[in-house]
């Protein structure tokens, strides 16, 4: 079971807009609509930032949206804020009933 | 408020043995799935395993099965994760969290996280 595979870092100015990528495979990303996106300030836990692939918790900023094509899941932020500096962190559900996290991607607003 | 609160830091010497816990309040666990995430110093999220309180039904990743035991008492509403040996490798940030509802697949709310550091 291999992680997803995410770019190390993103960039963006403020009011931008950025895209993460989240590559997987058919056993995992492909085989169903569970993908999850996760938030994370250092010496914080994890937030929920978009789950079922694109709906988001009411209490997250509608700047963020998720979609998903075949093996790949993304994550968009929309009009870049200083507060969006953090690492985002993709999550499947897999075939194996089991789950798998990204590697991760380290945001920074320029 | 949904809470998860989990046990202290820990500081260990490899090959002892170490019991972490979460805590919910009853009514935001005994129906949930509680799965447990470590975090290595500067690295990423890595899930290890799920367990459902109700019926202690258990799964784990292929990387943690057999390395740790997730287990539950839902009397107390608590869950574990254990190591009978532990390792320097084991040395990282390890969080609780649970699943949104039965048949929901996101972590919806966390614990504030276990540091865990074994050292000689």
């Known amino acids: 079971q291999s992680a997803l595979t995410q770019p190390a870092s993103v960039s963006g100015s403020l009011g931008q807009s950025i895209t993460i990528s989240c590559t997987g495979t058919?056993?995992?990303?492909?085989?169903?609509?569970?993908g999850s996106w996760y938030q994370q300030h250092p010496g914080k836990a994890p937030k929920l930032m978009i789950y079922d692939v694109s709906k988001r918790p009411s209490r997250v900023s509608n700047r963020f949206s998720g979609s998903k094509s075949g093996n790949t899941a993304s994550l968009t932020i929309s009009g870049l804020q200083a507060e969006d500096e953090a690492d985002y962190y993709c999550?499947?559900?897999?075939?194996?009933?089991?789950?798998?996290f990204g590697t991760g991607t380290r945001v920074t607003v320029l | 408020e949904v809470q998860l609160v989990q046990s202290g830091a820990e500081v260990k010497k490899p090959g002892e043995s170490l019991k972490i816990s979460c805590k919910g309040s009853?009514?935001?666990?005994?129906?949930?799935?509680i799965g447990w995430v470590r975090q290595m110093p500067g690295k990423g999220l890595e899930w290890m395993g799920i367990i459902y309180p109700g019926d202690s039904d258990t799964r784990y990743s292929p990387s943690f099965q057999g390395q740790v035991t997730i287990s539950a008492d839902k009397s107390i509403s608590t869950a574990y994760l254990q190591w009978s040996s532990l390792k320097a490798s084991d040395t990282a940030m390890y969080y609780c969290a649970r699943l949104a509802c039965t048949s929901c697949y996101n972590f919806d709310y966390w614990g504030q996280g276990t540091l865990v550091t074994v050292s000689s």
């Open positions: 009853r009514n935001s666990f005994i129906n949930y799935w």
């Open positions: 999550t499947s559900y897999t075939s194996s009933s089991t789950f798998v």
């Open positions: 058919s056993r995992d990303v492909g085989s169903n609509n569970y």
